[in-house]
């Protein structure tokens, strides 16, 4: 049991340090352009695409998606063989990547979202969920144009879906070696899991403030500029 332990602190900080690489921040430096000091302040996809345009978004948005896909399978080469545990142990080094996005130790614990980042987790770990959770933000942020508002609805239904599949017993994927969840681990996985949407909410309070207030901007989809707060 100790084991497991200290395995799923290892995981935790394996994904916490690739999470420190916050994309928008670099992409903003190779630019001399501080992003932390330019529209909202954010290092995520949106806050990069106002400041530096269309295509830096996406580079931001891809990049902080493979990075915690990166940081799972780097945990599930090293621990592979712990056949019954190797999915919970994925699972932890994708949380770790989230607070390493989100919680930065160079810069000063100010980051991202982490929505890249939990749609790299719930896209490898719960893919029939992931497509429930994609539908959902499009329909919102497409309708609606409130990308946070998409961001915010999009981790509700992930977590809701995770508890809800996993009491169902459609959570395991016997294809996928690190899919296969013991039931014995479910009740970790929705604690793990909503913690990652908890996480997602409360990076989001300034937007849900303005969101009440009615005052969010927009993100325009067609063009260049960008209005929408990351």
Known sequence: MTDQIVIRIVAVLIGYLLGNFTTGYFLGKANNVDI????SGGVGMTNTMR???????????????????????????????????????MIYAGIGTILGHNFPVFLKFKGGKGIACSAGLVSIMFPKIFAIALAIF???????????????????????CVVLFGQMGW????????????????????????LATALAIFQHRSNIVRLINHNENKLSFGSGKKKNVD
């Not at 998606?65 to 599930?76: Q, S």
Request: with cysteine.
């Open 36 to 39: 932390q000091k330019e529209g």
């Open 51 to 89: 400041t530096l345009g269309k295509k830096a978004g996406i580079i931001t948005f891809i990049v902080d998606y493979l990075k915690c896909v990166v940081a799972m399978f780097i945990v599930y080469f090293i621990f592979r063989n712990h056949v019954d545990y190797i999915g919970i142990y």
């Open 138 to 160: 499009l329909i919102i942020a497409l309708t609606t144009k409130y990308v946070s508002l998409g961001s915010i609805m999009g981790s509700i239904t992930y977590g809701v």
């Open 171 to 194: 959570l395991r994927i016997d294809f996928f070696p690190w899919l296969s969840f013991p039931d014995e681990y479910l009740i970790e996985i929705y604690i793990v899991m909503l």
